[in-house]
């Protein structure tokens, strides 16, 4: 089984399905994370079970993007026993991570 069969596999969730999106695109780095917080604080609260957060993906020309401080963000809450899974979403249009909260 190739790298390809695992990505495209069915126990990868579809973003789409995701109870809660954020839009981070043309966000910086500040203001991205503010929001971040604040939308993870409002999902629990909510008893959201899923959320989607996406960003503009990189290109040739692009710098650094949201991936890894989202993601450093994201680790931090699995370590606390927030975030049950998280799993990284990299589409042309858009990348981010599909994120599924402990209930």
Partial sequence: ????????GPDLPDP??????LDLCGERKVEAMMRLEKTMADCAKSSAASLFVFFDPATPVSGETLFQPVGKHLRDAKNQGIVERCYPVMQEERTGFYVKFVL
């Fill in 16 to 21: 789409d399905e995701a109870e809660v999106k």
């Fill in 1 to 8: 089984m190739g790298i390809d069969d695992m990505l495209d």
